[in-house]
């Protein structure tokens, strides 16, 4: 058995792993270094070096071993027939769009797009979300997506509170026919901002003093709130107050908008359109409001501009509220949105345009319209008078109707002993309407469908009153009305795709961001009706399975990380960091601790820090970095003397921002830990650490760890993703749990921080099977080949570039960082240049501008091959040659092919190009032989970002 698995270990990390063992050779000769254990040995500081080799992770299986015993557990998950509801619906997405997007890695395998000129496919595809979101809502002003309902539900309070005129108000009031799972994240982030939260009933809310009230239009039970009567009672108590709405983008097609009957702001979950319901996620939300709040919304906004010829292009707007830039200010700590799900859910809405959509909607509609009439029929009393497709009906034996319902496996909701709920979608059919007579009345029920559609015609029973009806026509812009057959969607998101750097065009070499291989074995699983169509609040008893597989892909995590237990929530690395803010907060608290409130931040760490304990109610204070990059311990040793008997936590990264392993990261520890406080260690860069050290190996308390970085779930284009937080033992009390699902977990009854008890469940298989196919060898074999690759580039452009930071021994961590600054004064060229230049090259560019402003930060990964990083140098030391040629004169500051890049086909046929331009065309699209045998076009000139700044526009029109 032994040698079997040690063939299989060899046959997936050859797979995965870029450099062969010969190439790896090679790389290290030319480094001047003896072998790769040497590297790293001088790499990574001996006292934190592990020595247990992994022996929590077992050995490697092959692809089609990992994905048999995927299957076994998989056939453990009894996925039933859910009429659950509560924000997650059975839904069918369209196999063009299941094939070319979600199971595509043109889509899948994208960074999120801050360089726009080679991202236009996937933000044509996210103005289109939110094109459905304003047509929808009627507001004129919506984001690209947020991480769930839930959460966008929190981002709504926040909004209302960072703009209410009375900054001495803080009260926040909640509809109690909210969905709970709502409640309760609004709830959390309410208590840790100081705002005093109120729960009402809905027609009880304008009774009270408050900056905001958050309320649904098709609630928990299913009843619509008139939410023209509602706003209006509001305002005339609270003129000041913002209304928030809760809403379906479904039922939207048939109600009249939020914006419409007088609301601020709208949210909701896109997930209905096409995305599974995946045992809570991912999903994408949808946020709306008015543009005059625009510089207060959380997340990404995309933006119509123009480029350098004039041409219409798009952008991610507004970049100025990004976190890495007003970092404790920030509106929110989410720099990550569900790029991959909202462009799923715009091609669902693209595919079946305004007439499907609606067709949809009024067939889910008149079969609970049929449902409603049957049941009251015989007696059944229906907890509201209105609705879109959520029934609530009185009874007397719930809980043994439930249980009827599960034998027959069939999932209904269960409010409380004497009520019933359920919810129909895209997928009920007739026959599902008569069993659902059957399970509630009993087989005898003596109805007939067709009657009681008949009946509902005759006596115009209809659960949407008349006044509640929409009148607007919505989607009549052009993109939805031209794809309706599969030849036009299928030639439409190709389109796109074409438009779009991802992984499957070249390398990615983004520092702190870790763009390694996805394999497709890896991606498999999460198309499995197993995985994809489990309801979030199923029986846990239903998802033996699922849960089978979550607790042993913690217990790996716990041998990697060396904590005591993961919390799976959180499903964002900035979500993590939050999480485990609250968790160090909830501990000091419980020790009487509560004037403990400061965050120490190095300089360098990531944006999304700061603002994680700002929204935890921290007070940071920067620690500053020395000369070397490293964490000034001087700087450090003052702060603990002034604030120490204050300080809640440090929050550090390791390897540091600067792409080298501190020395001192142990005394760091040491010292926040003996002046009273925890430390928090962000798993940006695990990457380099799995198999090396590890979080609990140097001290931390907590860590989150970035699945989507380094276990492999691919970025998406800026979402999904997954940060389970790793928490030692005394933690553990204080991380999220759930309001409606009870894990039994040491934690189940604390507050959540999203919307799903296990967040994205959906994706965790992805890493199950990351785990599962390296093994315990393959995992630290990773990491080696990681910071080998990264001290190749290092070595071979360092005579060319100035590189920022090294360790005491010369060598960097699994990425380093290009001073560009000197050209600067030199040339007239900005970090900018290069990174446009680079496209032409055929690169997407690296990390720019942080943690250093006027450098590139390069992560090359472990998946790179020799072959394709010499490629990069090769283009990398071009690029140097051309400086070089202005630096001299031949090119001029204001002519050269770096000011004017990316060049399009367009630039290339131009008749005048070498008279404006002043160099040849083949120099600019063709600058290296490996150009000439593959060219990636951008579809656009550089972007015109001063043109999109005054002219602000995130729709069609």
């Known amino acids: ?163 209410r005129k009375d900054k001495q108000q803080h009260t926040f009031v909640v509809a109690t026919d909210v969905f709970p799972q709502v409640q309760a994240v609004v709830q959390n982030r309410a208590h840790h901002q100081g705002i005093h939260l109120v729960f009402a009933a809905p027609d009880a809310v304008h009774e009270h003093a408050c900056f905001g009230v958050l309320v649904q239009q098709s609630n928990r039970y299913g009843a619509l709130l008139d939410i023209r009567a509602c706003v209006e009672a509001i305002k005339s108590h609270q003129p000041n107050a913002l209304v928030a709405v809760g809403c379906d983008w479904l039922a939207l097609m048939l109600l009249a908008s939020p914006a419409a009957q007088g609301a601020d702001i709208a949210y909701g979950s896109s997930q209905r359109f096409g995305v599974p319901m995946g045992y809570g996620g991912p999903h994408a939300a949808f946020f709306a409001t008015k543009s005059i709040y625009k510089r207060a919304v959380a997340g990404r906004i995309i933006g119509v501009s123009k480029d350098a010829r004039g041409e219409q292009a798009f952008r991610m707007a507004m970049q100025t509220r990004e976190q890495h830039i007003r970092r404790d200010k920030a509106n929110s700590n989410l720099c990550t949105s569900q790029v991959l799900l909202a462009n799923i859910a715009s091609f669902y809405a693209v595919y079946h345009g305004a007439d499907g959509l609606k067709a949809i909607a009024q067939r889910v509609h008149d079969l609970t319209n049929i449902l409603a009439l049957g049941l009251q029929s015989k007696g059944i009393h229906l907890a509201q008078s209105t609705w879109f497709d959520t029934l609530t009906c009185q009874v007397p034996d719930a809980k043994q109707i439930i249980e009827r319902a599960e034998a027959a496996n069939v999932l209904l909701r269960l409010d409380n002993p004497q009520q ?68 036009e969607m299928l030639r439409y998101i190709k389109r796109l795709e074409r438009k779009d750097y ?42 033996a399975g699922y849960h089978e597989m979550i607790n042993e892909l913690e217990s790996w995590l716990c041998a990697i990380t060396d904590f005591d237990a993961i919390c799976m929530q959180p499903n964002s690395g900035a979500q993590g960091e939050y999480a485990g803010l609250l968790a160090i907060k909830g501990y000091l608290h419980s020790q009487g601790q509560l004037e403990r409130d400061i965050c120490l931040i190095p300089t360098s760490a990531h944006g999304t820090n700061p603002a994680s304990a700002t929204m935890v109610g921290f007070e940071v204070k920067s620690v500053a970095c020395d000369s070397e990059g490293n964490i000034d311990m001087t700087s450090l040793q003052a702060l603990l003397a002034e604030h120490g008997a204050k300080v809640a936590c440090i929050m550090i990264t390791y390897p540091s921002t600067h792409g080298v392993f501190e020395a001192e ?40 760890l970035n699945l989507h970085k380094t276990f492999a779930i691919p970025h998406g284009g800026g979402g999904p993703g997954m940060g389970p937080i790793g928490i030692k033992h005394h933690l553990m009390p204080f991380v999220a749990g759930h309001s409606v699902i009870h894990s039994g977990r040491p934690w189940h009854e604390n507050l959540p921080v999203s919307a799903a008890p296990w967040g994205s469940a959906g994706i965790l298989p992805i890493s199950w099977m990351y785990c599962a196919t390296l093994g315990r060898v393959g995992l630290s074999l990773a990491s080696k080949v990681a910071i080998l690759n990264a001290n190749y580039l290092k070595t071979k452009l360092e005579h060319a570039y100035s590189i920022l930071y090294q360790g005491e021994h010369g060598w960097v961590a699994h990425e380093c960082i290009i001073d560009l600054r000197p050209f600067k004064a030199s040339a007239g060229i900005s970090e900018l240049d290069v990174a446009k230049r680079l496209i032409d090259y055929g690169f997407h560019a690296p990390t720019m501008s942080f943690p250093v402003v006027g450098t590139l930060m390069m ?66 699209a063709f600058p290296c032989a490996f150009v000439q045998r593959h060219k990636f076009w951008p579809a656009v000139n550089r972007l015109d970002d001063t043109y999109g700044d005054r002219h602000f526009c995130c729709s069609f029109s």
């Open 859 to 924: 992560e090359p990964t472990e998946s790179e091959s020799l072959a394709e990083l010499d490629r990069f140098i090769a283009a990398m030391l071009s690029i140097r040659a051309e400086i070089a040629a202005i630096e001299a004169g031949t090119w001029s500051r204001e002519q050269n092919p770096l000011v004017f890049a990316p060049h399009t086909e367009a630039d290339i046929i131009a008749a005048d190009f070498e008279s404006t331009h002043g160099y040849s065309r083949e120099l600019a």
């Open 502 to 543: 991802a992984l499957d065009t070249g390398m990615i070499p983004l520092g702190s961001c870790t763009m390694k291989l996805n394999a497709t074995a890896q991606m498999v699983p999460i198309g499995w009706a197993a995985f994809k169509d489990m309801h979030p609040f199923a029986p846990m008893s239903k998802a």
């Open 420 to 487: 019933i709920g359920m919810s129909l979608d895209e997928l009920t059919t007739p026959e599902e309407v008569v069993h659902l007579w059957e399970l509630l009345l009993g087989e005898d029920h003596h109805l007939v469908f067709a009657d009681i559609s008949q009946a509902v015609g005759q006596q115009s029973f209809d659960g949407i009153p008349s006044a509640s009806l929409r009148r607007d026509a919505v989607l009549q812009h052009t993109v939805f009305q031209q794809h309706r057959t599969e030849t």
């Open 665 to 704: 990261i142990q005394a760091v520890c040491e010292q926040v830990h003996a002046a009273g406080g925890q430390v928090y260690l962000d798993g940006a860069n695990m990457n380099a650490q799995v198999g090396l050290t590890s979080p609990g190996l140097i001290g931390a308390d907590v860590s989150h």
């Open 1 to 163: 058995m032994s040698t079997q698995h040690s063939w299989s270990h060899a046959a997936f990390v050859n797979r995965h792993i870029g450099p062969t063992s010969t190439e790896q050779r090679t790389m290290l000769d030319a480094m001047n270094c003896r072998d790769l254990d040497t590297l790293i040995d001088a790499t990574v500081p001996a006292n934190i070096r592990r020595s247990d080799q992994l022996q929590g992770v077992p050995l490697a299986l092959s692809e089609t071993e990992a994905l048999s015993r995927l299957a076994q557990l998989a056939s453990q998950n009894q996925v039933q027939r859910s009429f659950m509801g509560q924000g997650y619906y059975p839904t069918e997405l369209p196999l063009v769009i299941a094939r070319n997007v979600l199971e595509n890695p043109s889509w899948y395998t994208a960074y999120t797009p801050y360089q726009a000129e080679i991202a236009q496919g996937r933000l044509e595809a996210l103005l289109n979300f939110q094109q459905v979101t304003l047509d929808l809502t009627g507001f004129d002003l919506a984001s690209a997506s947020l991480l769930d309902e839930a959460t966008a539900a929190a981002e709504a309070m926040m909004l209302a509170y960072r703009v």
